[in-house]
């Protein structure tokens, strides 16, 4: 085997530069076998995002509401497992950028607006999926916190306000955790590419904290040759614009310096090696595989439990023990949202929803009943697997062919799980990326009579038919929309009569977008809707002991390449929650979304439940919660405002002109609401137990910095206790406080444990912007053990010096 010191500059050249959407370069004279990636936080997806199914796990801001190292570790496991089995050694995950805005597309996928919990939950995550060998590629470094011109905007951002808040997450990961890679973001820092950045990625991440691991570039988010130099190691995905060959070059006439390539070339082989890559260790990369295990659906259920947080239990409505009835409306019901959408999506194991999941389990007597209590939404759900099948099993076919328009035989037939079609490069395997087209198929058998609808969302053009007749067409009048990435056309629909019990055939074609590598295509389908559905849904509700209204996004609303439109719900559904409390006082309203929305149509539910996009457990885990079998042990890991002119960021969001200042500083999250005073509907770190607590006999240790409390459980049930450690920040204009550490606990009746949570320097210091460096300031800091960020039980002092 040839010494990486024997191999010549080309063939060193080509590991700057992935070969495919998924792989890096072989380099086989020194035993190097090509590494695969796979997307992302939510699952890992394996090449295709129609291909076989994978388990998904709750999204980054449930994970964020956990506050637990241990279940973020044991959904990495799980994730870790899932990587290997779609045969790739890296996660493109996690997602660690901060909610600074509540309208940013992608804060489901990240986890808080905290950066000490992102700080912290991410160092075990990272931990546990290294552990098990696969490489994390923490991402997007950095400032990357907003959707709207993401390839091209150029975040401002002073410097202390990015290490104090923004960097933070990524330090950990490199100091704490060692993540092996980290991806570099879309955006611009301060007017320059954060791929090509040297200060962020050469200064800070190398020189300072001591990466060793590669910089990856975000999709096609290489911008310039420059960028090897600047610190990236890897453009993804291949075939390669700006490195590889071209570097080759720049070294053979000395525009490159060899170090820049030799530190690229080292940091690939130290992965390899990390991932057993190298030298035969998992030789060939494996073929990928669906397993659908027991084990880890109760990993996921347990985990999704975690993340639920009850934000309010008026007369201890929950759990619903004593309710003979019970009404569950809303369109998120029958429909639960288990993920958010864009390059975290893919084909789940299995969906569970709120309403299968509840009507299964309540005991016998109990009658449950349902309404989706809205009109069809602006974006319909993907026609479902399980009213559909294919030689008698539920799924579709996907047929591509070699030509602009289906003719003549497919080149290739492929079974799909899933009506919405999404690929980047060829639609298929051995199919050409341009001038092909793929045909969906699949045969529906209505459960229910009456008008259903239909949609289409291309990624170029194409049309629908049922039994043969063309219902929707977009050939001549294609309008732009939001899916795909933003690539995709406006969603077409038409409603069409059909009867429960006869099948009727379905067939769509598109074909792939001219000239660029993401195409896709989407049937949407709705059952039929109530004529007047809100006047059904309160009738229901009314009707009811208790009313159970789930309301919320979808992948389609809340997804990577569009931030959000407003604050609102989806239309209807604040209607909806309103009308449904007035008619019963028992009401719960389940939130199934990423990131906050404007509840105040709430104001009366005697209960609230937030349950972000919970993962394929989301049924069973609400169930859970609704039934008392599990304490819901979330809290709330951004602030919930009353309207987005809570949010100091809201001044400069998404900016304009090719900029987004963070006027806001400091002030994010908590650190903004505290230093203004503004009451939020709910508080960073709020959420409710079903049973009740005592804490007692909260000390400091002034030496190890280590605070510490006993909690008991003086309630009925076996429940979860979040202890939240802040600690005051010194200075003028500085936020009146922060989150140092956190400790998480489950108690029977009686029982009590004693917490002990480090203040670590990272909460102590301050980037002191006139000298360049971390300050601790002395003197006296108050430490608050705390239930949120609002709700202080004990008070003590450290002395810092
Ligand atoms: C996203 C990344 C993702 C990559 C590959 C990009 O659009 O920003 O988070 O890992 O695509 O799918």
């Known amino acids: 085997m040839a010494e990486l010191s024997d191999v010549p500059n080309d063939r060193l050249a080509s590991l700057t530069s992935g070969v495919d959407m998924w792989h890096f370069a072989e ?66 995950a996690p997602t660690v950028n901060l909610h600074r805005h509540p309208l940013a597309g992608r804060n489901f996928e990240c986890m808080s607006e905290d950066p000490e919990l992102t700080a912290q939950l991410a160092t075990a995550h990272i931990t546990a999926l290294q552990q098990a060998g696969v490489s994390a590629c923490i991402k997007h470094f950095v400032a990357n916190d907003q959707e709207t011109d993401r390839h091209q905007i150029s975040s401002e951002v002073g410097e202390g ?23 570099s973001a879309y955006n611009r820092l301060g007017g320059e590419f954060c791929s090509q950045h040297h200060w962020l990625l050469t200064e800070v991440l190398r020189d300072e904290w001591g990466f060793d691991g590669v910089v990856v570039s975000d999709w096609w988010g290489t911008n310039d040759t420059a960028a090897l130099e ?12 700006y490195l590889g060959p071209t570097v080759a070059a720049g070294i053979e006439d000395g525009s490159i310096p060899a170090p820049a390539l030799q530190r690229a070339a080292d940091a690939v082989l130290l992965m390899a090696e990390r991932v057993g890559a190298l030298g035969g260790e998992t030789p ?37 023990t004593d309710a003979d009835s019970i009404a569950v409306v809303g369109p998120n019901a029958a429909s639960t949202a288990i993920m958010g959408g864009g390059s975290a999506a893919f084909v789940p194991h299995r969906v569970t929803d709120v309403l299968s999941s509840l009507s299964a389990r309540v005991d016998d007597g109990v009658t449950v009943t349902h309404e989706r209590g809205t009109p069809p939404p602006d974006s319909l759900p993907a026609l479902d697997r399980k009213v559909c099948s294919v030689d008698g099993q539920q799924r579709f076919t996907v047929e591509h062919f070699g030509t602009p328009e289906p003719d003549g035989e497919p080149v290739l037939v492929e079974p799909s799980l899933t009506s919405r079609l999404l690929w980047m490069g060829a639609p298929g395997p051995g199919v050409p990326e341009q001038g092909s087209s793929v045909r969906l198929l699949t045969t529906l058998t209505p459960t229910v009579s009456g008008e259903h609808t ?49 099948p009727v055939s379905v067939e769509a074609v598109t074909s792939p977008v001219d000239g660029v590598p993401v195409g896709g295509m989407a049937i949407g ?45 989806p239309s209807g559904q604040p209607e909806l929650v309103e009308a449904v409390c007035a008619a019963n006082d028992r009401t719960v309203v389940v939130v199934n ?9 709430a104001a009366q539910a005697a209960a609230v439940l937030l349950c972000w996009y919970p993962g394929q457990e989301a049924g069973e885990a609400i169930a859970d919660v609704l039934l008392g079998e599990s304490d819901p042990g979330g809290r709330l890991p951004t602030t919930w405002g009353r309207q987005l002119s809570d949010w100091e960021s809201d001044s400069n969001f998404p900016g304009g002109d090719g900029v987004v200042r963070y006027e806001e500083g400091l002030r994010v999250g908590y650190r903004d609401f505290d230093s203004a005073g503004t009451e939020p509907a709910f ?46 920040d010194p200075g003028t204009n500085r936020p009146p406080q922060r989150l140092a550490g956190f400790a998480k606990v489950h108690l029977s009746p009686g029982e009590d444990a004693v917490v002990e949570i480090p203040i670590g320097e990272p909460s102590l210091r301050q980037w002191d912007e006139s000298r360049g460096e971390w300050v601790v300031p002395t003197g006296l800091r108050e430490v608050r053990l705390s239930a949120s960020s609002r709700d202080h039980r004990h008070r003590l002092e450290l002395a810092v010096d």
């Open 230 to 241: 600047g610190g990236l190691d890897v453009e993804m995905p291949g075939p390669t614009r």
């Open 284 to 320: 060939g990369i494996a073929d990928e595989t669906s397993h659908d295990d027991a084990a880890e659906r109760a990993v996921l259920r347990r985990a999704a439990v975690e993340s639920i947080v009850l934000a309010r239990n008026d007369g201890g409505l929950l759990p619903l």
């Open 525 to 569: 389908h709705l059952e039929p809707v109530a004529d007047e559905p809100l006047a059904s849904a309160v009738q229901a509700a009314a009707a009811a002991d208790v009313a159970v209204v789930v309301v919320g996004g979808n992948d389609q609303w809340e997804t990577e390449g569009a931030d959000r439109a407003g604050f609102d719900l």
């Open 454 to 502: 239909f949609g289409l969302v291309t990624g170029a053009t194409g049309w629908l038919t049922l039994d043969g007749e063309v219902v929707l067409d977009n050939r001549d009048d294609r309008q732009p929309g939001t899916a795909f990435f933003g690539l995709g056309s406006e969603e077409i629909r038409t409603t069409v009569q059909l009867e429960a019990g006869t």
């Open 683 to 728: 508080c960073f770190g709020h959420g409710m137990s079903t049973t009740t607590f005592q804490w007692s006999d909260a000390a400091i240790d002034a030496g190890s910095r280590t605070a510490s409390v006993r909690v008991t459980n003086t309630g009925p049930r076996r429940g979860t206790e979040v202890v939240q450690c802040y600690v005051t």
């Open 27 to 92: 380099l086989g004279e020194v035993g190097l076998r090509g590494i695969k990636v796979s997307d992302g936080p939510a699952g890992a997806r394996g090449e295709r995002w129609f291909g076989g199914s994978s388990a998904c796990v709750p999204c980054g801001t449930a994970l964020g509401a956990t506050w637990s190292r241990e279940v973020v570790a044991e959904v990495a496991g799980v994730l870790a497992a899932e990587t290997r089995r779609k045969g790739a050694d890296v996660l493109l």
């Open 161 to 183: 306000v990015l290490r104090e808040l923004y960097l933070r997450p990524f330090e950990a990961a490199v100091r704490d955790a060692g993540t092996w890679s980290v991806m």
């Open 593 to 601: 979304c990423g990131a906050p929305v404007d509840l105040s149509c």
